[in-house]
């Protein structure tokens, strides 16, 4: 069941390790109403990921005309290599067919869909706490000490962006969280 009186699209951000890619997961696997964004990529696909599942795969060129000629909701150069971003039309079509749609981006790409779509809803996934963040990034074991120090420190920047935002959910469970976020898109929760 959904409220025709929340916003089609919810934008969700925080910082890093704070679990959006796993609360987007639970809901894209158990809300199958709410429709998830795929972004489009410059970088090549990864061993099993799709063109159209995981990503779309585009080249450099076609990316940058699809930012020069206004085709991208947000977009950004990660790590000063490959570009990332949401395709304005995939966005459209959804919202055109009555979908919920929920965009899992980082801070900066959250402020340029403010800045084309402000009637979007903008949630704020927030740690329990700063050790906890911590916790997480280093417990992944996904990046060297290094990697994990320079994700630390925009995470204290990100953080400082909570107020950037309509609603703040505090990510200490999965399962919770993720039934705060879709109740906020107007959708009925799942009982635990």
């Given at each position: 069941?959904t ?8 934008v ?8 959006k ?11 199958p ?14 061993a ?9 795969f585009?080249?450099r ?12 909701l ?8 490959n570009s990332?971003?949401t395709l ?5 079509d959804?919202?055109?067919a009555?979908r919920?749609?929920?965009l ?5 790409g ?14 704020f996934?927030a ?15 996904t990046e060297?000490?290094?990697?994990q ?5 925009t995470?204290?920047?990100e953080?400082?962006a909570?107020?950037?935002f ?21 959708l009925?929760?799942?009982?635990r």
């Amino acid at each position: 069941m959904t409220d025709s009186r929340q916003p089609q699209v919810t934008v969700l951000a925080g910082p890093t390790a704070v679990g959006k890619g796993t609360v987007s997961t639970y809901i894209r696997d158990n809300y199958p109403e709410v429709w998830l964004s795929v972004s489009a990529t410059t970088r090549s696909p990864r061993a099993g990921e799709q063109d159209g599942v995981h990503y779309y795969f585009i080249d450099r060129e076609e990316f940058d005309h699809r930012v020069q000629t206004g085709q991208m909701l947000e977009w950004a150069v990660v790590h000063g290599k490959n570009s990332y971003g949401t395709l304005r039309s995939t966005v459209q079509d959804a919202v055109a067919a009555g979908r919920r749609v929920l965009l899992e981006i980082d801070l900066q790409g959250a402020r340029q869909v403010k800045e084309s779509m402000p009637e979007a809803q903008f949630v704020f996934l927030a740690p329990p706490s700063w050790e906890e963040l911590v916790r997480r990034l280093v417990g992944r074991g996904t990046e060297s000490a290094e990697e994990q120090q320079r994700r630390l420190e925009t995470a204290k920047l990100e953080l400082a962006a909570e107020s950037e935002f309509d609603v703040t959910i505090v990510n200490d469970d999965v399962q919770r969280a993720a039934g705060e976020l879709v109740a906020l898109m107007g959708l009925t929760p799942h009982s635990r």
